[in-house]
């Protein structure tokens, strides 16, 4: 950051068990240093045998102890990611930020903005040897219109396939994000969002059940970006921009559709701005979201389409699928025997090729869309 903006650093520091997130010297976020361990694998298993069967319960699920190695070890090695990916079969990755998370903490404009900026550049060449098979969402500020979209301009023109916008903002509604939409769906770019970006409060219920509650309502940040987006019109005045939702699961989708159709007719009267199609339709065309343990979300494409659905590992996080992705996607199909080739090829990877028409996706992906699209 410059000089004149180091107030607005985000820095972070263990401190007696305590990791302290700050931005300059104001604290944002005291967790245990150990919080994350479930999450990035610190006590997983050591190097035994290839994931199998073995390793799958009679319900479906997971043996804990299973002897398979599980470590995340390319959570901040580029190489030792995509060995990672190899190893799970998995051929691309849209990917966020870790530390990068925070920023949205940042309450200047300008030196959110400057942080974006310097977020995005590092990512861009930090990835560099890599965007044929990840592809990086930049990091979009979101307090000062205008120079949200200058960043989404000067990120397409970097060459980036996807923009990242906050939770929280609770002003999706607003016609000011028109230009953002517009330009990102001119461009071919979706907008992504991330679950527990922004400012918003991650730890909303303290106590008995707290980690429950506080896991599963991350789906609720969705739910009232896509209705904001819906209901307000910006959607809706910008047809081909696509908003695409990751760690937030899609089983509600079909639900949140059919709930805004019944209240756009039910209470007409009072509806404003009336849309040119019924929400569950601009969900249909615009939404999306991403599945990983959820399998059972693929019944929601009765509703809103197979195109809203996409499979996501959530590397690194020990709740997603990694090292068991195959037999994830082995589960998932067993469990919807309706569904037809093209759309498991949708899901596994079509839709992500469609929605990031922009990412350099090498040789090796390409070859195995258009073996899948062949059948």
Request: one cysteine or more; hydrophobic letters at 40%.
């Amino acid at each position: 950051m410059p000089a004149a903006m180091l107030d607005y650093v985000i820095q972070g520091e263990a401190i007696d068990g305590l990791r302290i997130t700050k931005i300059g010297s104001q604290v944002i976020l005291k967790i245990q240093t150990d919080f994350h361990s479930h999450k990035t694998g610190q006590g997983d298993a050591g190097p035994t045998t290839a994931p199998d069967r073995s390793c799958i319960d009679a319900e479906e699920n997971f043996v804990s102890d299973c002897a398979v190695d599980t470590k995340r070890r390319g959570a901040r090695d580029v190489d030792l990611r995509l060995a990672d990916m190899d190893r799970d079969g998995v051929d691309a990755e849209l990917v966020f930020p870790s530390l990068g998370l925070m920023l949205p903490r940042i309450a200047d404009p300008a030196a959110q903005a400057e942080a974006c900026r310097i977020y995005n550049d590092w990512a861009w060449d930090f990835t560099a040897a890599a965007r044929n098979r990840l592809i990086p969402a930049a990091m979009i500020p979101c307090i000062d219109f205008d120079l949200a979209l200058a960043e989404c301009q000067r990120a397409a023109a970097k060459g980036y396939a996807a923009f990242c916008l906050w939770e929280g903002m609770n002003n999706y509604n607003d016609p000011l994000w028109d230009p953002i939409f517009a330009f990102a769906g001119e461009n071919d770019i979706p907008l992504v969002f991330h679950t527990g970006v922004g400012d918003i409060t991650l730890r909303a219920l303290k106590g008995p059940g707290g980690a429950l509650y506080n896991y599963t309502r991350q789906m609720n940040d969705a739910v009232d970006i896509i209705t904001q987006l819906v209901a307000g019109g910006v959607l809706d005045r910008n047809p081909k921009s696509h908003i695409l939702f990751a760690e937030h699961s899609a089983g509600w989708l079909y639900g949140l559709a059919e709930r805004m159709d019944e209240v756009y007719k039910g209470h007409a009267p009072v509806i404003n701005p009336k849309l040119s199609r019924l929400p569950s339709e601009i969900v249909r065309d615009q939404v999306h979201c991403a599945l990983q343990n959820d399998t059972g979300s693929l019944v929601t494409r009765h509703g809103v389409g197979i195109g809203a659905l996409l499979f996501a590992t959530d590397y690194p996080h020990s709740e997603g699928t990694f090292p068991f992705s195959r037999e994830v996607v082995d589960r998932m199909m067993a469990q919807h025997p309706d569904c037809t080739r093209d759309d498991f090829v949708a899901v596994l990877g079509g839709n992500a090729a469609r929605l990031f028409k922009h990412a350099n996706l090498g040789a090796k992906v390409m070859e195995r869309a258009r073996a899948l699209e062949a059948g």
